[in-house]
C-alpha cells in the first residue's frame, strides 16, 4: 500500500506497524493523542516542522522494501 499526505494519523497507524516507529523518529510523539487520530499527515508535519513530501517518500520506500 502507498500512503499520502491526506491520510489520517489514525488510517495510516492500522495500515502497517512500521509507520508508528517512522512517525516517532520523525518528532511526532503524540500519536496515541485523540485529536491526533484525526489530522491528516500533511497538518500533523505542519505542526510539527517536518517536510511532508520528503516523509510521505521516505515511509513509502521503507514500505515498498518491507
Not at 19 to 47: D, F, K, N, W, Y
Request: charged fraction near 15%; proline fraction near 3%.
Amino acid at each position: 500500500m502507498t500512503i499520502n499526505k491526506n491520510m489520517t494519523i489514525g488510517e495510516l497507524l492500522l495500515t502497517n506497524d512500521l509507520i508508528a516507529p517512522m512517525l516517532m523518529r520523525a518528532g511526532m510523539h503524540c500519536l496515541g493523542c485523540p485529536s491526533s487520530q484525526m489530522e491528516t499527515l500533511e497538518e500533523a508535519c505542519m505542526v510539527h516542522g517536518i517536510d511532508c513530501d520528503t516523509l510521505v517518500s521516505q515511509i513509502n520506500e521503507i514500505l515498498a522494501v518491507s
